[in-house]
C-alpha cells in the first residue's frame, strides 16, 4: 500500500502565521529512581505520594490536549465534507491518532489542582480548556472547538497495579464530539505499563481493547488494539445497513490505512507519514 505524507490531507495553508513554540524545556530532566514492585504496591495500597522523579513535567490537562494533535488533517477536513462515510473515515483516523502521542511517554503526568485549568490556541483554528473539577478521584472535564466541529470529554480513570509489575490504566467515559448536524462518541482503550516498577527506559506500553466510534446518522467503525502484536490495530467501517464497507489496518503510533472491501485496488491512507513515524 502507498504511503503519502499527512501534508497531502491538509486542504489549504493556514492563513495566520504560526506562533514559535519552544522546543525543549528550560531544565534537564532528572534522572528516575526505580522502584522496586513491592514498593509500588504499598503506594498504590495505602495511597502514598509517588517520587517526584516518577512524573514528567506536565499534567493531565496538557496531556489530554496532546489528544488534539491531528485535528486540522481530521476533523477540519470532515467538517467540509457531506459523504458521510468519508466523515467516518476522518473521525475514526482522529479518534486513533489521539494514541499516537503516548508512545514517547512513559512516565506520570502530574494530576492538576482542584480548579486548576489549562487552555491552548491552536495555529489551525482549534482551541482547547480543560479544568480539574474533583480531586479524589481525580476528574478533568476537556473541551474544545473547531471550524465546524466540537469535541469533549470527562476524563475519570482508574489504575490497577498487579503482582507481576504491570500497572493497568481503564478510562471510564466516552468521548464526544459534534460535527455539524452528527454526533459521534467513543469509549477509549485500555493502557498497559509492563514493567512498571523498573525506569522509564525499561518500561513497555502496550494498548489493548476495541474502540467502537458511534454516529447517530446510523454510521460506526470498530478498531481493534492488538495487545500481542505491538502496535497493530485492525477494523472496518460500516454502514447505516450494517455492511461492513472499509476495512481498517495500520499501527496506532504510525498510520491508519483504509482498503475498500467492494473494490480492493483502491488503497488510502488516512493518517500517516511516508516514514512511517507521525510528527
Known amino acids: 500500500m502507498e504511503e503519502l505524507p499527512l501534508s497531502s490531507f491538509i486542504a489549504s495553508p493556514v492563513p495566520s502565521p504560526r506562533k514559535k513554540r519552544r522546543e525543549r524545556l528550560p531544565r534537564e530532566a532528572i534522572s528516575p529512581e526505580e ?19 516518577y512524573f514528567e513535567p506536565l499534567t493531565v490537562a496538557q496531556a489530554i490536549c496532546e489528544e488534539l494533535r491531528y485535528a486540522d ?21 482522529f479518534a486513533v491518532s489521539g494514541y499516537a502521542a503516548a508512545i514517547t511517554r512513559k512516565q506520570k503526568p502530574f494530576n492538576p489542582l482542584l480548579g486548576e485549568t489549562y487552555d491552548y490556541s491552536s495555529d489551525c483554528g482549534w482551541r482547547y480548556h480543560a479544568e480539574q473539577v474533583n480531586h479524589h ?10 471550524p465546524g466541529w466540537t469535541w469533549w470529554q470527562t476524563l475519570i480513570s482508574a489504575t490497577k497495579i498487579t503482582w507481576s509489575g504491570t500497572a493497568e490504566v481503564n478510562t471510564e467515559l466516552s468521548v464526544r464530539l459534534r460535527l455539524g448536524k452528527d454526533d459521534y462518541s467513543w469509549n477509549k482503550v485500555k493502557f498497559i505499563f509492563e514493567n512498571a516498577s523498573a525506569a522509564p527506559e525499561h518500561r513497555k506500553l502496550k494498548a489493548h481493547g476495541t474502540m467502537l466510534i458511534r454516529c447517530t446518522n446510523g454510521f460506526s467503525s470498530t ?24 476495512r481498517l489496518i495500520g499501527h496506532w503510533d504510525q498510520c491508519l490505512k483504509r482498503l475498500n472491501v ?4 483502491k488503497n488510502t491512507n488516512v493518517y500517516g507519514s ?3 513515524k507521525m510528527r
Open 35 to 53: 522502584l522496586g514492585l513491592r514498593t509500588l504496591l504499598q503506594i498504590a495500597a495505602k495511597r502514598l505520594p509517588l517520587p517526584i522523579t
Open 73 to 93: 488533517r481530521t476533523l477540519n477536513k470532515a467538517a467540509a465534507l457531506n459523504d458521510p462515510l468519508e466523515r467516518q473515515a476522518l473521525v475514526t483516523a
Open 137 to 146: 478521584p481525580p476528574v478533568l472535564a476537556a473541551h474544545a472547538d473547531g
Open 223 to 246: 478498531i481493534i488494539f492488538h495487545k500481542d502484536k505491538k502496535t497493530e490495530i485492525t477494523g472496518s467501517l460500516i454502514n447505516k445497513s450494517g455492511v461492513h464497507v472499509v
Open 262 to 265: 467492494l473494490e480492493v485496488n
Open 274 to 276: 511516508s516514514r512511517n
